[in-house]
């Protein structure tokens, strides 16, 4: 039976990920993040800020018993969205250690551990904002824009040593309690697509693939923040941040 | 030529020295900062403020912020470099949880940190962010490639967020003979005979920092060094 890692699996596009792959290939679902969710899954209740390395060889002895993976999804990640110079530094500080330094420590372990098994997926959860950029979120942005390098980086190397097929997910809005946090007022939730199926679009992509964005209007999106980067950021500011500084 | 107020991180070393060189040599007023101590300075390094501080150190960026702002006494900062950087070519699993936590500390958080607290000081200014070209994923070097990439996203969104207040560039350097390369744990070969000299790069870097116009982000390599040999005019205007 295949083994799953899935982080930030308590809500959203983690808990999407960690239903449907209890459900449909039964696999044995390993489920990390802050506190312990639904039953089902084994979870495992780990910060991926931490800074502590006495808390990360807790949790290297916690995954020792559960792996190897055969599949790893790296989804955790949070927020601040606000003007840069209003969002307070902790915040900050905060995105890119959930989002940026947490994954990279915890792939860093995956490997010293061999907890990626041959053969195995891990697969990266970035942000379209790695295709138009995020004016009004520019650490989640950093952070994003760093989780994909370090995709792009590991890419060939993983191949070679393990047969390790590694993939990068760029999902736009969702239907998450994320978005709906963090979205500018205004902002109409049923034009987000539901975690649901980007989930589903993560579960089935061929190994094949290295990139997926999920949905027509993210693929459209990212299409144009290649040809034209620099334009995309500017929309971006016009029909993101402005609303968000609008924002009491 | 006005003068202008510069501040540099990772001035006492590399590119961030010729920087340094390069500023003070064109008259601006330069605020520079490092690790290393005032006595390891080199011998013909100009004479201008310096604080030595661990920028990947709990809260080394405040101590530098507040260190620029007291040697500001009320003018505003023109143009802050902040290039300051470390990084090892090497795979992942030969990196350790430390040094991925330096890396990422000092070629992101930190910068993140001084450009919140100098914003106020920066109105009108510019904020240059030096990246790399390794930015764009490089297998040798993942979490190097990591920071870079970061530090480009938060540039491109920072960019966005202050047109028209604060000009945020950044500049991706291609490889510069600094010893940087040889000292982050890349095999030494034919390839480094084709690096710009740090000098040369520090020229086009600040050229590209303190032009009025020039985009979020851009490249500085041969092509850029390139045109700015065969069209010189007007550049050293800045
Ligand atoms: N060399 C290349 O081929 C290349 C290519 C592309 C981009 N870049 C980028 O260009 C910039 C300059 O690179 P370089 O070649 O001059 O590198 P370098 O010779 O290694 O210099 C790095 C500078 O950062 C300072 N520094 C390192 N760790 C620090 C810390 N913890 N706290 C404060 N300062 C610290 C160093 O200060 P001390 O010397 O005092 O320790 C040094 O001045 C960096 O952003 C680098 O990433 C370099």
Same mark, same amino acid.
């Given at each position: 039976?295949?083994?799953?890692?899935?982080?930030?699996?308590?809500?959203?596009?983690?808990?999407?990920?960690?239903?449907?792959?209890?459900?449909?290939?039964?696999?044995?679902?390993?489920?990390?993040?802050?506190?312990?969710?639904?039953?089902?899954?084994?979870?495992?209740?780990?910060?991926? $800020? !931490?800074?502590?390395?006495?808390?990360?060889? +807790? @949790? *290297?002895?916690?995954? #020792? %018993?559960?792996?190897?993976?055969?599949?790893?999804?790296?989804?955790?990640?949070?927020?601040?969205?606000?003007?840069?110079?209003?969002?307070?530094?902790?915040?900050?500080?905060?995105?890119?250690?959930?989002?940026?330094?947490?994954?990279?420590?915890?792939?860093?372990?995956?490997?010293?551990?061999?907890?990626?098994?041959?053969?195995?997926?891990?697969?990266?959860?970035?942000?379209?904002?790695?295709?138009?950029?995020?004016?009004? $979120? !520019?650490?989640?942005?950093?952070?994003?824009? +760093? @989780? *994909?390098?370090?995709? #792009? %980086?590991?890419?060939?190397?993983?191949?070679?040593?393990g047969n390790i097929c590694v993939q990068l997910v760029c999902p736009g809005p969702m239907d998450t309690p994320h978005a709906a946090q963090h979205a500018p007022k205004g902002a109409k939730a049923d034009?987000?697509?539901?975690?649901?199926?980007?989930?589903?679009?993560?579960?089935d992509a061929s190994r094949s693939k290295f990139l997926i964005v999920p949905g027509f209007g993210a693929t459209m999106a990212a299409a144009l923040g290649r040809l034209f980067p620099q334009t995309m950021?500017?929309?971006?500011?016009?029909?993101?941040?402005?609303?968000?500084?609008?924002?009491? | 030529?006005?003068?202008?107020?510069?501040?540099?991180?990772?001035?006492?070393?590399?590119?961030?020295?010729?920087?340094?060189?390069?500023?003070?040599?064109?008259?601006?007023?330069?605020?520079?900062?490092?690790?290393?101590?005032?006595?390891?300075?080199?011998?013909?390094?100009?004479?201008?403020?310096?604080?030595?501080?661990?920028?990947?150190?709990?809260?080394?960026?405040?101590?530098?912020?507040?260190?620029?702002?007291?040697?500001?006494?009320?003018?505003?900062?023109?143009?802050?470099?902040?290039?300051?950087?470390?990084?090892?070519?090497?795979?992942?699993?030969?990196?350790?949880?430390?040094?991925?936590?330096?890396?990422?500390?000092?070629?992101?958080?930190?910068?993140?940190?001084?450009?919140?607290?100098?914003?106020?000081?920066?109105?009108?200014?510019?904020?240059?962010?030096?990246?790399?070209?390794?930015?764009?994923?490089?297998?040798?070097?993942?979490?190097?490639?990591?920071?870079?990439?970061?530090?480009?996203?938060?540039?491109?969104a920072l960019a966005q967020e202050w047109r028209g207040r604060v000009a945020v560039r950044v500049l991706h350097p291609g490889p510069i003979a600094t010893g940087m390369s040889a000292r982050a744990g890349?095999?030494?070969?034919?390839?480094?005979?084709?690096?710009?000299?740090?000098?040369?790069?520090?020229?086009?870097?600040?050229?590209?920092?303190?032009?009025?116009?020039?985009?979020?982000?851009?490249?500085?390599?041969?092509?850029?060094?390139?045109?700015?040999?065969?069209?010189?005019?007007?550049?050293?205007?800045?």
């Amino acid at each position: 039976m295949a083994r799953v890692l899935i982080t930030g699996a308590g809500s959203g596009l983690g808990a999407a990920l960690a239903t449907q792959c209890m459900g449909q290939t039964a696999a044995e679902v390993t489920a990390l993040d802050l506190a312990p969710g639904k039953p089902g899954p084994h979870w495992v209740v780990h910060d991926m $800020a !931490a800074r502590d390395s006495c808390i990360w060889s +807790g @949790l *290297a002895q916690d995954l #020792r %018993a559960r792996g190897p993976f055969d599949l790893v999804i790296l989804n955790a990640g949070i927020n601040a969205t606000g003007p840069f110079e209003n969002v307070a530094l902790d915040a900050h500080q905060a995105v890119t250690a959930v989002n940026l330094h947490g994954p990279i420590r915890l792939t860093h372990m995956l490997l010293a551990e061999e907890l990626l098994a041959p053969h195995g997926r891990l697969v990266f959860v970035a942000s379209l904002s790695c295709f138009t950029g995020y004016p009004g $979120a !520019a650490s989640y942005a950093a952070s994003k824009d +760093g @989780l *994909a390098s370090f995709a #792009r %980086a590991l890419r060939r190397p993983l191949r070679k040593s393990g047969n390790i097929c590694v993939q990068l997910v760029c999902p736009g809005p969702m239907d998450t309690p994320h978005a709906a946090q963090h979205a500018p007022k205004g902002a109409k939730a049923d034009r987000r697509l539901a975690p649901g199926i980007v989930a589903q679009k993560v579960l089935d992509a061929s190994r094949s693939k290295f990139l997926i964005v999920p949905g027509f209007g993210a693929t459209m999106a990212a299409a144009l923040g290649r040809l034209f980067p620099q334009t995309m950021t500017r929309i971006m500011g016009r029909v993101l941040f402005q609303r968000l500084k609008a924002r009491p | 030529m006005k003068k202008k107020t510069l501040f540099v991180t990772g001035g006492g070393s590399g590119l961030g020295a010729e920087l340094v060189r390069a500023a003070h040599r064109r008259g601006h007023h330069v605020l520079c900062t490092g690790r290393r101590a005032i006595a390891d300075l080199p011998s013909d390094f100009p004479d201008l403020p310096y604080l030595s501080c661990d920028l990947a150190s709990a809260g080394g960026a405040q101590v530098t912020a507040d260190w620029v702002q007291s040697h500001l006494s009320g003018r505003r900062v023109d143009c802050a470099l902040l290039n300051a950087a470390a990084g090892y070519f090497r795979p992942l699993s030969a990196e350790t949880p430390e040094a991925i936590s330096e890396v990422l500390t000092l070629n992101l958080d930190a910068n993140i940190v001084l450009a919140h607290r100098l914003s106020g000081n920066l109105e009108g200014g510019t904020l240059a962010l030096i990246g790399s070209v390794a930015h764009k994923g490089a297998a040798g070097m993942p979490v190097y490639s990591a920071s870079k990439a970061a530090l480009d996203g938060f540039g491109r969104a920072l960019a966005q967020e202050w047109r028209g207040r604060v000009a945020v560039r950044v500049l991706h350097p291609g490889p510069i003979a600094t010893g940087m390369s040889a000292r982050a744990g890349r095999k030494v070969d034919l390839a480094d005979r084709l690096f710009l000299s740090p000098r040369l790069m520090a020229r086009i870097i600040l050229d590209a920092a303190l032009a009025p116009r020039g985009r979020d982000r851009q490249i500085i390599g041969y092509l850029r060094a390139l045109r700015g040999q065969i069209l010189p005019l007007g550049r050293q205007a800045a």
